[in-house]
C-alpha cells in the first residue's frame, strides 16, 4: 500500500499499470493509505498525480471521514461505516477497509483487463450525453469480447442451453397506463436479444404517444438476474455486434421517457437486470431485493447501459465499487445511495 506521501513523489508513469511485454497489466490497482499526515503542499501534488494516474487508484481510511480532495480525484474511496447511513462524500463505508481492499486488490488480479477498462470508461464518460456515453460503453464491451479474460470465462461456462420460445414481455394498457411485464420467468427474466428488442418496441410505444405513463415489472420469483448468459459470445463480429448494441439500445429509449416510467423491482436484479431499469425516473424495489453486477468475473464490464445509468444515479466510484467486488447491494444500501428511490 502506499503513502500518500510517496503518491506526492511519484514521478510521471510511477502510477500507471506497468503493462508487461505482452500487454497485461502488472499492477492493475494502487491502493491509497490517506491516513498519513501530509503538508498542504505534497496533498495538491499527490492530488494532481492521481488524476494522471493510469491504475485503479483506490483511497483507504480506517476512519469515517475520508481526505475529500483526495476523494473526489479517486476511481473509489474506502472508509469505515455503515453503508446504511448517508455520508456526503461518494465513498464506499465498509466495516474493515483494510480487508475490503485486499479482496478488492484480489478481484482485480483476476480480470485486471476488463477492470482498468472499466475504470478509464468511467471517468471520461460522466460529461457525455447519454446517447455518446452509451456508445463509449459498447464500443469497451465489444472490444473485451475477444479478450483473453472473455474467452476464458466462456470456456469454463460449457456448451449453452438451446434458447427457448416463451415470450419475453407481456404489455396491457389500462387507461393511459402501460404495464410492460418482463415474462420469462423459466429463466429469471434474462435479458436476450429477444427481449431486449421486445422491451424496446413496448418503450417505442409510450414515445410515441407521450399521453402513457409506463410501468415496468418482472414476473416470477426475479425482476431479471440479467444477460442471458446462453447467448453470450455468440456474436461472430465484435464490430457489427457493437452498432446492433447501441442501435438496439431499451436503455437509450427508456432513458427519453424516464420522467413517465416507474419500474418495481423485487428479488434478484443483477447485470441487465439493473442497469436497464436504472434509467427509469422513478425506482422501487420491494424488500430484500438484491442488486448486482456480474460482468468483470466473466472479463466483460456491464454492457447494458450501466456504466450510464447506474452510474448517474450513485457516483462512478461506487458504480466501479459494485463492479469490481461483483458483491450484492441490499436495499437500505441501493436506498441511501439513490441507485433506488424508495422501498415498496
Known sequence: MLSLRLVAQAAPGDLGPELDPSGCPRRPLLAIDTDVAVTAAELEQAVNNLRAAGAISVAITRGGQPVRPVAEVTDITIARGDSTVSHGCKVVLVGDPLAAVVGLQTRVAASPVASITLAWLLRGSAGLTVPVALAAESAAFSTLLSGAEFRTWLAARGEPRPPDQSERVRLNRHDNVLSIVLSRPGRRNAVDARMRDALRDALAIAEVDTALTVEITGAGP???????????????????????????????????????????????????????????????????????????????????????????????????????????????????????????
Do not use: K, N
Open 222 to 344: 426475479s425482476f431479471s438476474a440479467g444477460g442471458d448468459l446462453d447467448e453470450f459470445g455468440s456474436a461472430a463480429d465484435m464490430a457489427i455486434s457493437h452498432l446492433v448494441r447501441v442501435e438496439g439500445s431499451a436503455g437509450a429509449v427508456l432513458h427519453r421517457i424516464r420522467d413517465r416510467v416507474t419500474a418495481r423491482l423485487h428479488g434478484a436484479c443483477l447485470g441487465a437486470g439493473i442497469e436497464i431499469p436504472a434509467f427509469a425516473g422513478r425506482l422501487t424495489a420491494a424488500p430484500g431485493t438484491v442488486f448486482g453486477l456480474p460482468e468483470i468475473a466473466m472479463g466483460l464490464i456491464p454492457g447494458a447501459g450501466g456504466t450510464v445509468s447506474i452510474t448517474r444515479r450513485i457516483g462512478r466510484q461506487r458504480m466501479l465499487w459494485m463492479a469490481l467486488t461483483g458483491e450484492r447491494v441490499d436495499v437500505p444500501t441501493a436506498l441511501v445511495w439513490g441507485l433506488i428511490d424508495a422501498v415498496g
